[in-house]
């Protein structure tokens, strides 16, 4: 078990829908990653956020949007599903900024668009 | 950007045999991490491995062994008496050391590994 809590685990929606998954840290960790699986794209980064502020964007559509609120926890809205949209979402925690410290991935939350 | 390049989509090992895993990187930077990730079929992402560039010697983990020649910007992945339970995808990934994109992961395609009795 890593510590880091994604929610929920499966997830079957209709295109044109809005859903919002949840991450919570390991306990005390300040940042938190977010990531996409896909078969066309692979392991994609999506967003980082440390200490409830936005650090660094990658391939993220603008129909997505994240946040990490006072208690560390974060969330990943994805709104105006497409097909495409369906993928493995993984977010990962660690302490802090420095790139010595390890990831540790949550088990992921599996987004079906039908 | 970085770049990672895994060129073997699958490879098939016999149990305890030894197979190696092939990764290649592209970076201009001199500060980074290596790292190789096992996800069996639970989806759960498995840290195997870590190197670290500045280091010169090469990271081993039980098993697990890497082969990091950094001027070749090559970091193969070495599993020694395979067992059935490493049957996995295997995704090797860089991460800077510094700069805006501290701490972001860059993945390659992934391998996937067969274990057979």
């Known amino acids: 078990d890593s510590g880091v809590t994604q929610t929920p685990k499966h997830l079957i929606t209709a295109t044109g829908q809005r859903v919002t998954l949840r991450c919570s840290p390991r306990?005390?960790?300040?940042?938190v990653y977010w990531y996409q699986q896909s078969l066309d794209q692979g392991l994609q980064f999506l967003i980082h956020y440390y200490n409830g502020e936005e650090r660094a964007k990658g391939n993220i559509l603008e129909r997505f949007s994240a946040q990490q609120f006072p208690d560390l926890h974060s969330e990943l809205n994805l709104s105006s599903l497409e097909l495409g949209d369906s993928a493995l979402y993984f977010c990962a925690s660690t302490p802090g900024l420095t790139g010595t410290e390890k990831l540790f991935f949550g088990s992921g939350t599996q987004l079906s668009v039908l | 950007a970085q770049t990672v390049t895994q060129s073997q989509p699958e490879m098939s090992v016999q149990e305890a045999e030894t197979v190696t895993l092939s990764c290649t990187y592209d970076t201009s930077e001199s500060d980074y991490y290596l790292f190789w990730y096992k996800q069996p079929p639970s989806r759960q992402m498995i840290l195997v491995i870590r190197q670290e560039a500045y280091k010169q010697q090469n990271a081993t983990e039980n098993r697990f062994s890497v082969n990091f020649q950094k001027a070749a910007k090559s970091f193969s992945l070495k599993i020694s008496d395979s067992q059935l339970g490493d049957a996995a995808m295997y995704f090797c990934?860089?991460?800077?050391?510094?700069?805006?994109?501290?701490?972001?992961?860059?993945f390659g395609r992934g391998t996937q590994l067969t274990v057979w009795p």
């Open positions: 306990s005390g960790d300040l940042s």
């Open positions: 990934a860089y991460r800077s050391g510094r700069g805006s994109t501290l701490g972001r992961l860059y």
